[in-house]
T-cell receptor, first 111, second 112 residues
């Protein structure tokens, strides 16, 4: 059975800290991995990764995929209180049409 | 710029009652999805519609039915609600099935 595991489950940091969120997966015939940010309501899309070793970057957020070791990390530098959210990872297999989501990492940034 | 709109936002039902959750998107997306989100379980796919006129089961389809009414609208029906269906339901859409999804704000459903 396909599986996506995120760690840590929750994290509390101070503004200005750098955080690294992890997503490991066991998916047959991996195709792509996505990161989402969920604040109070709808998850919003951050990154889509398909190739190993290529960093995706948007402002203070960046993500990289390691297809050999079957994981991805999401880095947030110089955290702000607005980064407080649940970060979700989802994986798509090449043979299917559905994304499998991890349970998420809850990040709290305190002033 | 509405994106994905879900109605209602909140609903309380009694066990055995029926209910239809509505979803509409204005992005001209081909694919639409229904997920449920439960504490400690993450988002789980109930049903999806790869394109207008098609629907397929996801990971947790039991107790639900769906209708892809047209390209814009995708509804989820609970025929006989059970307490185990208490959850937050999210509708999403994407250009195609393997593309990033845009989510609605969710419907919080409680079944007593």
């Amino acid at each position: 059975e396909d599986k996506v595991v995120q760690s840590p489950l929750s994290l509390v940091v101070h503004e200005g800290d750098t955080v690294t969120l992890n997503c490991s997966y066991e998916v047959t015939n991996f195709r792509s991995l996505l990161w989402y940010k969920q604040e109070k309501k709808a998850p919003t899309f951050l990154f889509m990764l398909t190739s190993s070793g290529i960093e995706k970057k948007s402002g203070r957020l960046s993500s990289i995929l390691d297809k050999k070791e079957l994981f991805s990390i999401l880095n947030i530098t110089a955290t702000q209180t607005g980064d407080s959210a649940i970060y979700l990872c989802a994986v798509l297999a090449d043979t299917g049409n559905q994304f499998y989501f991890g349970t998420g990492t809850s990040l709290t940034v305190i002033p | 710029n509405a994106g994905v709109t879900q109605t209602p936002k909140f609903q309380v039902l009694k066990t055995g009652q029926s209910m239809t959750l509505q979803c509409a998107q204005d992005m001209n997306h081909n694919s639409m999805y229904w997920y449920r989100q439960d504490p400690g379980m993450g988002l789980r796919l109930i049903y999806y519609s790869a394109s207008e006129g098609t629907t397929d089961k996801g990971e947790v389809p039991n107790g639900y039915n769906v209708s892809r009414l047209n390209k814009r609208e995708f509804s989820l029906r609970l025929e006989s609600a059970a307490p185990s269906q208490t959850s937050v339901y999210f509708c999403a859409s994407s250009e195609s099935v393997r593309q990033p999804q845009h989510f609605g704000d969710g419907t919080r459903l409680s079944i007593l």
